[in-house]
């Protein structure tokens, strides 16, 4: 019951993310990606939907989780470092 809710969560935080950027149409990831701000300084990336089946994304995900709650205001972030989190991008591209 308790991966339900947290699966429901994530949907409903990733439409929430989704929407933010809808405004200025330069800012609408693609289709099939959406984007996550990484570390403090928030810089802005955006991941193919495709990663949300990864491992590695999926602890990044649980770390937003446990740091900033399922109620992200200004769009799903990432706690790690920029240079990490490029570093875990290239691997999972590379998987």
């Given at each position: 019951?308790?991966?339900?809710?947290?699966?429901?969560s994530?949907?409903?935080?990733?439409?929430?993310?989704?929407?933010?950027?809808?405004?200025?149409?330069?800012?609408?990831?693609?289709?099939g990606?959406?984007?996550?701000?990484?570390?403090h300084?928030?810089?802005r990336?955006v991941?193919?939907?495709?990663?949300?089946?990864?491992?590695?994304?999926k602890?990044?995900?649980?770390?937003?989780?446990?740091?900033f709650?399922?109620?992200?205001?200004?769009?799903?972030?990432?706690?790690?470092?920029?240079?990490?989190?490029?570093?875990?991008?290239?691997?999972?591209?590379?998987?």
């Amino acid at each position: 019951m308790e991966i339900k809710q947290a699966s429901k969560s994530l949907k409903q935080m990733l439409k929430r993310c989704s929407s933010l950027g809808k405004k200025s149409s330069e800012h609408v990831p693609k289709k099939g990606h959406f984007a996550v701000y990484v570390g403090h300084s928030r810089d802005r990336h955006v991941v193919p939907i495709t990663f949300l089946n990864h491992p590695t994304f999926k602890m990044m995900l649980q770390a937003a989780e446990e740091e900033f709650g399922f109620r992200q205001e200004r769009g799903l972030t990432i706690p790690c470092d920029q240079n990490i989190f490029l570093s875990l991008l290239d691997s999972i591209t590379s998987y």
